[in-house]
């Protein structure tokens, strides 16, 4: 019987990223794969790609920052939100301006 | 030589950069760079050729942006731009000051210092203003509690002064290690009757150093117009012959320890407006004893704009050149020190910051 790619535990992430966040770095890309068991993990796999990324994202109380949201198959989630392989992550800016 | 003056211009969206020769007739204008953040304050400096603008994003948080070619080209960087884990965080870059060596200081909401030895690309928190004794009786100012004014000693390397919104006044004679209030004679009218001249908790709009004179310094008050020549230990007022006792910017003459500049709004409880609605920036050549307004091609009717407390600057040419960038998204450049002015730019994004590099062409 194949494995099923959901239970894998190597099975990556799928994220997708903002576009005038991507922009910000060089080479950035707005879908991503990574292996993370939790969303923290999943910030620090994005800074070890793009240096820097994380500060975008996490303040240092530590947290994601307030207009940033994290929705991990479709509920909003924390740094410590755990990642089943294969799941979905959207990173999202908030409704902000003026 | 022929030289280049570049203008270079903070918004709440981006930074701009207006470019002209050394008659500052003509000027071009560009940008908007750093992807339309608001940037608090940009500065140049001359012994590089960098650009570093300072600012905050509500989505991503703060960062500061360098440019090695006169704006072509942008990179950012926050790395150690941070308190210590579980305070609050920093939201913003409000001012930036270049030193010697690549040094680069930068002051933040909320009030602290941080300083990069490598030009920007990572910082150092200086913790000691977070350890002074009076840290807790800090309030915020109407922006926040924000570290605007930063001023470094061009004849000491330790030297440093700071104004914060609404704290006052501090030196450091050891580099951002311990600190000093350095507030006595300037008032608080907010304060109870009998209370008004505390050793801190001022609301100090923007401080600047006079050239020339080491220990010299000028600050634009919420309460008041002052200058200190015992490097800021005592302040004496200023303000008698001008308009209003009320007003953000103050801009110091390249050369000239006696003359300075500065743009009094009508009040603080009256629309923090130009006063009845004609526009004059207020210059001095004694030091603060007397006072002449200058209108010259400025608009005497319906100028119902404001100057923020970062926003006047004056450049290294002879006769100095000053300029100002008002709330409503107009740069005025007078070439001649005050004399004649004119509006070389309009439209932009309300106007946080101005400040003026000028390079061999």
Redesign the interface.
Known sequence: MPADPQSSPRAPVRVRLPAHLVRLFPDGETLVEVVAGDVRQLMDALEARWPGMRDRLCDERPAIRRHINVFVNGRRARLDTPLVPGADVFILTAISGG | MARTVLVLVGTKKGAFILESNGARRAWALRGPYC?TWPMNHVVGDPATGRIHAGGGN????P?VWQSDDLGASWR????G???????T??KTVWSLAPGPGGTLYAGVEPAGLFRSDDGGESFTHLDGLQQHPSRAEWNPGGAGLILHSLVLDPEDPDGVWVGISAAGVFHSADGGKTWSARNRGTRADYLPEGQNYPEHGQCVHCVVKAPGMRHRLYQQNHCGMYRSDDGGVSWASIEQGLPSSFGFPAAAHPRDPDTLFLVPLNGDTAGRFMPDAKAAVWRTRDGGANWTALRAGLPQQNAYFNVLRQAMATDTLEPAGVYFGTGSGELYVSPDEGETWSRVAEHLPTISSVETLVVEA
Do not use: T
């Not at chain 2, 950012?76 to 790395?79: A, I, V």
């Open positions: 992807d509500e989505w991503f948080g960062a950012h960087s926050s790395r731009l941070a308190y210590a884990e579980g305070e965080p920093v």
